[in-house]
């Protein structure tokens, strides 16, 4: 039997669509890019099931994984990635570069609890919530809201013992995704801003791999939800409003300060903002998630957390450790005014396995993030 | 047919239920899709299970790894069953091992992009009768290390060989508790190099053909430092006279062509009983850190260090780099066999030596050459000071007994 929908649940629904502007919303984007409502579900059909999917809890926090993306009832409609209704999306305010993928964030936690504040952590999350980032290509990144490609959805999944990750692989279709435990790779292109056509050797992660990058000591860490990343407008169906304060009033967080004591990282690519906290922030989620005291690459001594104050800590004028031939031949991390001496330049401009930094995450060199990173060398002085 | 198949060594089906510790063998042979295969064996492996690598060539595109405690990855021989990563397309590293109280024996890892195995932040590892080989020998585009354990603790090293690393074959770092035996590193930068670390005994290994033969160095700016509690002892140390090929920028582009033991910046190091022959530069040096650092909480300099012992030939005839710029004009051809740059923690001890358990005790045999660069002492002197070749002043010993290194999982 299926079950009676209130209408406002499918209103909500639809509005959510509209939410997330520049999401997968094909089937009803218009020439002009613009999204339009979707069409009024009848009571009689196939769509109704889906719509009344509900967060199955017993799914989330089960040892072994689901096989399907299906399964985890987190999606509405999953042809439309449309997620239910408790489901909030975000965004955060300097992204982690993934071979130019798009990427559409949600978080979910399960009714009446919520996450707890922390001023420089990832917030705590209770048992049961859910982090969903899905990886898109659209075909013409000048048309960023047509013919969007998804490739994998992500999951961090808040369990008893805490976080697992798993990643689910899109079907030819787009109607499902498959769990892909040991990873997988495969060639995606796209057309970039140029009118250019880009391929790329493109890389789901294994398991193994997420916690190369989401483990703080020997736990597994959500990575972009700390206040700081998250400190912004987002557009809700309701208007834009600050991230933080939504969060708080959708009563999904707890313990939010006044938000002007609230940390906030720069915009890596607005050029009004300070150069400096432009490249401190990019390297702040593109490397401090290994790069700092408590991560995997603690050993290197190289720690690029946006909190980090001490200079040789963030490389200036630091001897490399085990560089090897990522050194590249230059004797320092960071040379003031030097990029092309500064081994932290080098090895972001590098695509060789042996070389290249991120060591994951990237087959390509991103080259909006270097030139970042090579404007703010250059400004760099030794005081 | 299917490449992996597993063989339950437990009988008794409620055992499964009742330990977490299945006592399961998982199989795997080389087949085409052995990348996915063999990955995922590593991820969906139980605590207690051994992965059993049939004798084959395994051709991987992308790095493995291994997250799962109590685990045995054993294979048919270093010669038999071989990991191959010539065709690497991710990962910096062939193997990276990130749980605890794992062994790992018989087999190869070759020609990786970057580092062939390593462990990070691992209690209790074994790596046993393996090989880590770039086999177009010495090339600084090779990776940097063949193991790599860092940041664990009890490591045990016991029968490896470690071939053509650009920085270190053998390379232990920011650990404690270590033994490094039985094992030969030919055709590296560094044949077997203990850095940053505590307790760590190298004995019984062949180091030949490297650049310098066995390093025990201290780094600045790093979680762990002030390394200490090292012995050195039985090793052969030969012929290692290969050009120093590390890309600048590393630590171990500064060790000169023809180095047999090099101590560097660490506190209680023993080197004794070695057989330490043929080397253009020098049989022993012993030095502090040699570059520039902005580290408060650093000591650079080798403190409390003891050669005892040790068989030396043949050395010093053709020097490089640092003891070809600095050593050989003080004290021409052939270079004196052991070397100290003398650099000592501040001016008292430059003029009256250093503290009794921080001085640099020699007892070799008589006829043993030395020089003693002074190095400190002609900075602060106005005249400067000539470098001191007078070997007896350091045979007064006041060093610590240094315990032997035992492992839980050495049984030897």
């Not at chain 1, 919520?114 to 999350?125: I, K, S």
């Not at chain 1, 499902?176 to 009118?195: P, Q, R, S, T």
């Not at chain 2, 590892?125 to 090989?131: P, S, Y």
Request: charged content about 20%; hydrophobic content about 40%.
């Amino acid at each position: 039997m299926l079950r009676q929908i209130p209408l406002n649940s499918v209103l909500k629904t639809s509005l959510m669509v509209l939410a997330m502007a520049g999401t997968i919303t094909t089937a009803n984007t218009t020439e002009s890019g613009k999204t339009t409502p979707q069409p009024t579900v009848s009571a009689n059909s196939p769509m109704l099931e889906q719509i009344t999917a509900v967060p199955n809890m017993d799914v989330i926090l089960a040892r072994r994984p689901a096989r399907k993306l299906s399964d985890y009832g987190l999606f509405a409609d999953l042809t439309n990635h449309v997620v239910v209704d408790e489901i909030v999306p975000y965004d955060l305010i300097t992204p982690l570069f993934t071979d130019y993928a798009h990427k559409y964030r949600f978080a979910y936690v399960p009714n009446g609890q919520a996450a707890q504040y922390t001023a420089d952590e990832a917030f705590e999350f209770p048992v049961g919530s859910v982090l969903i980032k899905t990886f898109a290509y659209p075909a013409d990144f000048r048309k960023p809201d047509q013919n969007i490609r998804r490739i994998e959805t992500r999951l961090l999944l808040r369990q008893e013992k805490g976080w697992a990750a798993w990643s689910y692989k899109w079907n030819e279709d787009q109607t499902d995704a498959d769990l892909k435990i040991a990873g997988d790779a495969f060639e995606v292109n796209w057309v970039d801003e140029m009118g250019d056509t880009q391929k790329v050797r493109y890389a789901i992660p294994n398991r193994n791999q997420c916690k190369g990058c989401h483990v703080i000591g020997k736990e597994f860490s959500p990575i972009g939800p700390k206040a700081r990343n998250l400190n912004m407008d987002y557009s809700y169906s309701t208007g834009p409003q600050n991230q933080l304060t939504h969060w708080t009033n959708a009563g999904i967080l707890d313990g939010l300060p006044d938000l002007n004591q609230v940390d906030r990282v720069a915009d890596a690519f607005d050029p009004s903002q300070p150069l400096d906290k432009r490249a401190r922030a990019y390297l702040d989620i593109n490397c401090a998630h290994c790069h700092r005291l408590e991560g995997p690459a603690s050993t290197t001594g190289l720690f690029l957390l946006w909190t980090e104050t001490n200079p040789v800590r963030w490389g200036l004028n630091k001897n490399p450790v085990a560089a090897g031939r990522g050194s590249g031949g230059l004797k320092k991390d960071v040379i003031a005014g030097h990029p092309e001496q500064s081994i932290l330049y080098y090895r972001m401009n590098s695509k060789d396995p042996g070389v290249m930094m991120p060591e994951l995450g990237r087959a390509m060199i991103h080259k909006e993030g270097v030139a970042l990173v090579e404007q703010w060398i250059t400004s760099l002085k030794n005081d | 047919m299917r490449a992996i198949f597993r063989t339950l060594v437990i009988t008794a089906f409620t055992m499964m239920h009742i330990t977490a510790n299945a006592q399961e063998t998982i199989k795997i042979e080389p087949s085409e899709n052995i990348q996915e295969i063999l990955l995922e064996a590593l991820i969906l492996a139980e605590e207690g299970s051994t992965i059993e690598l049939a004798e084959g060539f395994y051709e991987l595109s992308d790095g493995l790894s291994l997250d799962v405690n109590n685990v045995k990855i054993i294979g048919a021989g270093h010669d038999k069953t071989i990991l191959s990563f010539k065709n690497q397309q991710s990962g910096s590293e062939g193997l990276l091992i990130t749980s605890d109280n794992v062994w790992l024996e018989g087999f190869a890892v070759e020609d990786t992009p970057g580092d062939a195995i390593k462990s990070k932040g691992v209690d209790t590892i074994t790596f046993k009768n393996l090989r880590v080989e770039w086999t177009n020998g010495p090339d600084e585009n090779n990776g940097a290390y063949g193991l790599y354990p860092i940041d664990n603790r009890n490591v045990l090293i016991d029968g490896v060989i470690a071939k053509g690393a650009s920085d270190a074959g053998i390379y232990v770092g920011q650990s404690q508790n270590i033994i490094v035996r039985n094992s030969k590193a030919e055709y590296n930068v560094a044949g077997i190099e203990i850095e940053n670390s505590y307790y760590a005994d190298v004995y019984d290994n062949v180091a030949i053909h490297n650049t310098g033969g066995i390093l025990v160095f201290d780094m600045p700016n790093l979680p762990q430092k002030g390394g200490h509690s090292v012995r050195v002892f039985n090793n052969h140390v030969v012929d290692n006279n290969t050009d120093n090929f590390a890309p600048e920028g590393n630590i171990v582009g500064t060790v000169p062509r023809g180095t047999g033991i090099l101590v560097m910046a660490n506190t209680h190091v023993e080197v004794f009983n070695n057989t330490i022959v043929n080397h253009d530069s020098v049989s022993i040096l012993i030095s502090a850190f040699p570059k520039e650092y902005n580290d408060p909480t650093y000591n650079p300099i080798p403190k409390g260090i003891y050669l005892h012992d040790n068989v030396m030939e043949r050395s010093g005839a053709n020097p490089d780099l640092d003891i070809k710029r600095l050593v050989e004009p003080a004290t021409g051809l052939p270079i004196p066999q052991i070397v100290w740059d003398g650099a000592v923690d501040g001016v008292w001890a430059a003029l009256f030596g250093p503290d009794d358990a921080e001085g640099i005790f020699i007892n070799e045999k008589p006829g043993t050459t030395f020089v003693n660069m002074n190095a400190v002492l002609d900075m602060i002197l106005p005249w400067g000071a000539s470098p001191d070749m007078d070997i007896t002043e350091h045979s007064d010993v006041y060093f610590p007994t240094l315990k032997p290194v035992k492992l839980p999982q050495d049984s030897q």
